[in-house]
């Protein structure tokens, strides 16, 4: 049966975990109060999601769900960051089969998705456009002729509004199907009508280290990771790994494992009991030796002391 939900969030962790469709990771980059909100629709076969977050981040996404997933800017804004491939207002990216990458945000940023499961996409494909819209191994960037991204993106935003205004019309089979099925379209005739343009080695072997750069830090989920291990287990020189680090990430790779822990060591005092545990033993945990500086640190970053994220929200 066709459903829709809107949810808003103030944590970055709960709004990461509900993004449809793929393992999500999100790391705040700059100082503030984060603020997130999702979209989600799902019509017989079509799975959408508009989303929105107001603060500067680094994402990683990763999935092998069996779906044909694009993704597009929902809204005027800063480009978006995808495995050091900028994507603007006016292009789509199309995800490989088994996804995993990098997108990174300058500021305020609303974008969205689609997906169908895989043989379905081929199917439309080849009876709308008579194309093959199988996704291949890699990501992919498209800019549809401006006509045919102007309507997807109008289609979707008005989908959105109808699951914030009237979701009872969402639920209803009839109405679900025809909004449906103009999606299918409109997003075919984006996918069909433009040439991805010639292949780059350099970036797709960029991709793979980034890849391997990811699946090295995923193996350490809760614990510090430091940069000598790092460049062994990717198998690139620390030079390498910088340069693909800006591409995808928008700096080093040491300013990023500082972030990440420092969103770990977060994560870990929110979840703590200030009764047993102390910001010393958590900091400690995360590699933080100076914990002046970690303290500092923590509230450019977060907005509030260690302490108060330990005790959590007054009652």
């Given at each position: ?11 970055p ?34 799975w ?23 993704s ?8 978006l ?6 994507v ?27 997906s ?10 080849a ?15 498209i ?5 045919a ?27 679900a199907?025809?909004l ?5 379209h ?20 960029h ?55 420092m ?18 033993d958590?900091a400690?945990?995360?590699g ?28």
């Amino acid at each position: 049966m066709p459903s829709s939900a809107v949810r808003s969030y103030t944590d970055p962790d709960d709004y990461a975990t509900a993004i449809r469709g793929s393992k999500t990771a999100l790391t705040v980059v700059n100082r503030g109060n984060f603020s997130g909100k999702i979209t989600r629709i799902d019509f017989h076969r079509l799975w959408m999601q508009r989303l929105s977050e107001n603060l500067p981040r680094i994402m990683h996404s990763s999935s092998d769900s069996g779906r044909a997933i694009v993704s597009f800017h929902t809204q005027p804004g800063p480009d978006l960051i995808r495995a050091g491939v900028a994507v603007d207002c006016n292009s789509i990216a199309r995800l490989g089969k088994e996804h995993s990458y990098f997108q990174r945000s300058s500021g305020l940023t609303c974008w969205g998705s689609l997906s169908l499961p895989v043989k379905e996409m081929q199917s439309v494909g080849a009876a709308i456009a008579g194309s093959d819209l199988t996704p291949s191994d890699n990501e992919v960037i498209i800019t549809p002729p401006p006509a045919a991204m102007a309507k997807l993106q109008r289609l979707h935003a008005e989908a959105g509004r109808l699951a914030e205004s009237a979701p009872e019309l969402i639920a209803n089979a009839d109405v679900a199907r025809g909004l449906e099925q103009a999606l299918i379209h409109a997003l075919v005739t984006c996918l069909s009508k433009v040439d991805p343009g010639p292949d780059s080695s350099a970036h797709h072997r960029h991709e793979k280290i980034m890849r391997r750069f990811h699946a090295a830090i995923a193996e350490h989920p809760d614990e510090a990771i430091y940069i000598p291990d790092l460049c062994t287990t990717v198998g690139v020189p620390e030079r390498t790994l910088r340069q693909c680090c800006y591409e995808s990430l928008g700096m080093g790779p040491k300013r990023y494992l500082l972030l990440r822990r420092m969103n770990l060591a977060r994560q870990a005092l929110r979840k703590a009991d200030a009764a047993v545990t102390t910001v010393t033993d958590i900091a400690v945990h995360f590699g933080f030796w100076n914990f002046g500086r970690f303290a500092t640190e923590f509230k450019a970053l977060f907005g509030e002391v260690p302490s108060m994220t330990l005790r959590g929200p007054a009652s």
